[in-house]
């Protein structure tokens, strides 16, 4: 098997656990102290391959106002959106809050058309709408119902989507180094959550456990999840690699029945058919 597809498959396995593990982790801490700590420990882990992989000139060679953008480049993508995506797993089934965040190609192309001025095509309009159809159709019997739990959750789960939208826009706007970019942005993550925590004043005591899932998130799916997936890119097979990540959704349906035996209902599933097919009807504009 070819080294790119290799390197693709690693990111999408480490990626698809992210509905799992956060559904663990939130039932014991808050949204807050979980990003926090995540992304201590993606920062550490790049900075480490960051400097082993000979870019300390490149650190070096940018100041401090070059940091700062960096950091408020990396804020929808890295604070807001793993905030919003926290809070709506904490309420929704995992299923439905991983397939709800799954919006974040349509809103990457929603937020191009508005920041870097992409045309906005007839077949980019029908993907939106298939899109919100799809998450429509994943909240399914909740919204018919008028859950109001149900509803928060929906949009705490496309909060994070419009966020991870917005960040992939910014961040082709700028060409700094996106590894260091991606570091950069989750220490101001850790930062801006401690001193949320500090204001909260809520204590936290970590279990073996706890420790165990945190390291796994911060490592595996926020550093080396995106590490293989720009080095995957790099091989020049963007459309093909790219158009992988969508096996990802679908992944993670398993692990969730697995791990925590959540069994994904009809309207999820049919959501998620709904939403893959949008992104799909977009993909055929290039």
């Not at 480049?73 to 919003?84: A, M």
């Not at 809050?97 to 906005?120: D, G, H, Q, T």
């Not at 019997?141 to 149900?150: D, H, I, M």
Request: charged share 10%; glycine share 10%; hydrophobic share 55%.
């Amino acid at each position: 098997m070819k080294k790119h597809y290799i390197l693709a498959g690693t990111s999408i396995l480490l990626w698809s656990t992210l509905a799992t593990v956060s559904k663990l982790l939130m039932n014991s801490m808050s949204a807050h102290q979980v990003l926090g700590v995540s992304a201590l420990f993606a920062a550490a882990v790049l900075l480490v391959y960051n400097v082993a992989t000979g870019k300390l000139t490149v650190m070096r060679g940018y100041r401090a106002k070059d940091y700062l953008i960096m950091a408020l480049i990396g804020l929808p993508g890295t604070l807001f959106y793993n905030l919003f995506y926290y809070a709506g797993a904490a309420i929704l089934p995992p299923s439905q809050a991983f397939i709800i965040n799954y919006l974040w190609p349509i809103m990457s192309v929603l937020f191009a058309c508005i920041l870097l001025k992409e045309r906005l095509t007839g077949r980019k309009v029908l993907a939106f709408g298939l899109s919100f159809l799809g998450v429509a159709t994943v909240a399914g019997s909740g919204l018919l119902r008028f859950e109001v739990q149900t509803l928060q959750g929906v949009l705490l789960c496309m909060g994070a989507a419009v966020s991870y939208g917005a960040y992939t826009a910014l961040n082709q706007r700028w060409s700094y180094d996106k590894q260091v970019a991606v570091m950069v942005a989750h220490a101001g993550a850790f930062v801006l959550c401690a001193g949320i925590n500090l204001i909260a004043r809520t204590p936290l005591q970590l279990t073996p456990g706890q420790i165990l899932g945190l390291g796994w998130n911060g490592v595996g799916v926020m550093a080396v999840a995106t590490t293989t997936w720009a080095m995957a890119l790099d091989s020049g097979k963007t459309a093909k690699i790219s158009n992988l990540a969508y096996i990802t959704p679908f992944l993670s349906l398993v692990w969730n029945f697995l791990v925590l035996g959540d069994v994904p209902s009809y309207w999820a599933i049919g959501g998620l058919c709904l939403i893959v097919l949008g992104i799909f009807v977009q993909l055929k504009d290039k």
